[in-house]
Every structure is written in C-alpha cells, then in structure tokens.
C-alpha cells in the first residue's frame, strides 16, 4: 500500500473538532471555572502523555471476565456503570486528569471489548492518532493481563509523533492507515523508532492523550483480551455532577463519539 500524506491533516482535524463542532468552546469554559487547582498532579500523563494506573483488583477482574463470558452486558444497568466510574477516577488519576485537562472532566463514552486471537485485524491495530478534541484522554483498563507476544496497546514516542503529524500520515483516512511504518522511515533516511508496550497487570489502565500519542492495538496470542475504555473530556462540572446534568457516559458504539455540539448547548 502506498502510504498517504496530507500535512494539513492534523491542522484541519483540530479546526473541525476544537473550532467547528465547539470542544474547544467548552475547554475553554471548563478552565474558566475550574477551582481545584491546588489538586492537580503532573507526570507522565503530561509529559509522555501516557501512564499506567491501577484501577481494579485481581479478583474484581476476575468476576468482570466471569460476567462478560456468561454474556452479561456490564454497563447495561446505568447506576452500575456510575459505580464503576467511580472505583475508575481514584485519587491519583483524578489529579492527573485534573493536571492535564486544568479543567474538571467527564466520562463521554465507555466500552467493554473482549478481543479473542482469532479476531481479524483492522484499522485498530495500524499506527494512528484518534480523532475528535485535541483535549482528549482515552483509558483503556486491562481485565486479563498483557503478554509478551500480544493483547497489548503499542506507543510510540512524542518526538516521532510530532514528526508523523508534521509529515501528515497522523489523522489520514483510516482505511488509509498502515501497521508498519518501517518502508516510510527508509524513505526519509530515518532510524525506526522504539515501540513502547507497556506490562499490564489485570486491573492497571494505560491513559494516554489520544489525539496526540501513536499507538496501535496489538492483537491477543494467547488468550482473550477483556478491557474497559473510557473515552474522558473536559467538563465544567466535576463528573458526576456533568454525568447527571447529561446522561453519560454513553455506550461507545451506539452513537459517534464525536459530533457538533448544537449551538444552544455551547457556553
């Protein structure tokens, strides 16, 4: 496949999103009222923009998995999944969410995946930045444990980011997108860089800026792969209080995650 480059690509994606559909809009008014700043926490979440957490225990993994095989849907009761936000924001990811957005937050979406080896791969598992806000942040809660050969999410660097976005690979249609980029490194003369596949315990949740880290998923070998992901954005309200006010999150998957807020619901 020839690889397609647009270096306006990142440009428009973020005057779509922040300017046109009104995210940036709402950060800005987020900020504007945010009084917790004593709270906040910065590391690498703000500097690497990606860190592990620990969100669950072994055993609340384990009875999630038992759940998800008897195929209960464990987000279908909405006080349940109020629930679970709340074992999710603990303390120290609360400050960092905090630190990074300067701003409260809310969970937008949230999705349960069970990924078996068998799975076909798709645009997922090739290099990419997510679409949407530039202010985002996507967690994704490991229920079964990583592996060395798998069931993984795969970083790349905030230097090569940068760089893909400058070149205008990031943000290229998906169909577009490619698992290897190895031949385009070759053509610029350019060292491959190092891939970051962080080791997950069931219960610790990788959270990364997702609209500007490069990341791909990494399909399971062994065994199923059971993850939580919550897609969070900046609030004017803290959560819970953003959760009641609208009806969130929602269930990524039954709705775009991303669309233009009507202009009577922006500040």
């Given at each position: 496949m020839t690889i397609q480059l647009n270096p306006l690509a990142s440009t428009e994606q973020k005057n779509l999103c922040d300017t046109k559909w009104g995210y940036g809009r709402v950060h800005q008014d987020a900020r504007k009222k945010f009084t917790r700043s004593a709270s906040m926490v910065f590391g690498d979440l703000n500097n690497e923009r990606v860190e592990k957490f620990k969100i669950f225990?072994?055993?609340?993994?384990a009875e999630f998995r038992r759940?998800?095989?008897?195929?209960?849907?464990?987000?279908?009761?909405r006080?349940?999944?109020?629930?679970?936000?709340?074992?999710?924001?603990?303390?120290e990811l609360d400050a960092r969410l905090i630190a990074f957005f300067n701003s409260e937050y809310v969970p937008e979406g949230v999705q349960v995946e069970k990924v078996l080896p068998t799975e076909t791969p798709h645009h997922s598992d090739c290099w990419h930045c997510d679409g949407g806000p530039n202010k985002q942040v996507v967690m994704i809660i490991y229920l079964s444990p990583s592996e060395a050969d798998g069931a993984?999410?795969?970083?790349?660097?905030?230097?090569?980011?940068?760089?893909?976005?400058?070149?205008?690979?990031?943000?290229?249609?998906?169909?577009a997108r490619v698992d290897d980029l190895t031949p385009?490194?070759?053509?610029?003369?350019?060292?491959?860089?190092?891939?970051?596949?962080?080791?997950?315990?069931?219960?610790?949740?990788?959270v990364f800026q997702a609209a500007n880290i490069m990341h791909?998923?990494?399909?399971?070998?062994?065994?199923?792969?059971?993850?939580?992901?919550?897609?969070?954005?900046?609030?004017?309200?803290?959560?819970?209080?953003?959760?009641?006010?609208?009806?969130?999150?929602?269930?990524?998957?039954?709705?775009?995650t991303f669309n233009q807020i009507p202009e009577d619901q922006l500040p």
């Open positions: 225990t072994e055993d609340e993994c759940r998800i095989d008897a195929g209960e849907d464990i987000l279908a009761d006080d349940e999944t109020l629930k679970i936000m709340e074992r999710v924001f603990n303390p993984n999410t795969v970083f790349a660097d905030p230097t090569n980011t940068e760089y893909l976005k400058a070149l205008g690979y990031l943000f290229c249609p998906i169909e385009l490194y070759d053509h610029y003369g350019l060292a491959p860089f190092e891939e970051n596949a962080i080791d997950l315990a069931a219960g610790d949740a990788v791909k998923r990494s399909l399971p070998k062994i065994g199923p792969r059971y993850v939580l992901v919550v897609c969070v954005l900046p609030s004017p309200l803290p959560w819970r209080e953003a959760c009641e006010v609208k009806a969130r999150p929602f269930k990524i998957g039954d709705q775009d």
